[in-house]
C-alpha cells in the first residue's frame, strides 16, 4: 500500500502538473511574441532593475535551454535562457524582473529566502531518502506496520512539503516585486502589462502543483503511520 499511494498521488498531480506547465509554455510563446514598447531586452531589463535598486555584485548571464531561468544567491548570478536574455518581448520582461526580484530578495535579506537557503542541505538528505523509499518500495509494501520505516518516510516528506511550502512566498513575492517595478518604470503597459502578469501567475501555479503534491504526500504518510500504530 505504502509505494502503490505514493505513487498514485505523484501520478495524479504529474498529470495536472503537466497540464500546467504546458499551460505556461503556451503563454511564454504568446506573450514571447507580444513587443514591449520600451524596446529593451531581457539582460537590458535586469540589469536597469539592479542598477535601480543599487545592486552592483550581481552578475547576469545567458543560460541555456528554455524557461531555465534562475538566480543563484550563492554565486549571485541571474542567469537568463537565450529567448529572455536577447528577447524584446513582453514574456523576456516578465521573466527577467522575476529573477532580479530573487536578487533583491537576497540582497534585502528576505526571511523567506534566507531560511529555504538554509534548509537546502537537507532537503538534499530528505530526497536520498525519499529515491530510497521509491527504490525499495515494493520490499517495504507488505512491511507498512514497521513504524520506525514509516517515521522516518513521513520525516524526510515532511521537509520537502516545507520546502515547496516556503517556495510560494518567495516566489510570489519576486513576481510582485518585477510586476511593480514594471509599471513603476513604464516598461510594461496596458495590455502589456496585463501579459506580464498572466505569464507570471502560471508560472507561479506550478509551484502551486508542486506544494499540493508534497503535503498530499505527507498526509498519506502521516495516515500511513497513525494506522500502523492501533
Known sequence: MLIYGLIGISMVFGLIGSFVSNRLKSKFSKYAQMPTSSGLSGREIAQKMLEYYNIHDVQITQGKGRLTDHYNPKTKIVSLSPEVFGGRSVAAAAVAAHEV????????????????SAIVPIVQI?????????????AL???????????????????????SVI???????????????????????????????D???????????GALAAIAQLLYLLM???????
Open 101 to 116: 526580484g530573487h536578487a533583491i530578495q537576497h540582497a534585502e535579506s528576505y526571511a523567506m529566502l534566507q531560511f529555504r
Open 126 to 138: 530528505s530526497s536520498k531518502i525519499q529515491s530510497f523509499i521509491f527504490m525499495f518500495g515494493f
Open 141 to 163: 509494501a507488505g512491511s507498512t506496520g514497521n513504524g520506525l520505516m514509516l517515521l522516518v518516510a513521513v520525516a524526510a516528506f515532511s521537509i520537502t512539503a516545507l520546502f
Open 167 to 197: 517556495t510560494l512566498p518567495v516566489e510570489f513575492d519576486a513576481s510582485n516585486r518585477a510586476l511593480a517595478w514594471l509599471e513603476d518604470t513604464n516598461i510594461t503597459r496596458g495590455e502589456e502589462h496585463e501579459g506580464a502578469k
Open 199 to 209: 505569464a507570471l501567475k502560471w508560472a507561479a501555479r506550478t509551484y502551486v502543483v
Open 224 to 230: 500511513m503511520f497513525l494506522g500502523s500504530r492501533d
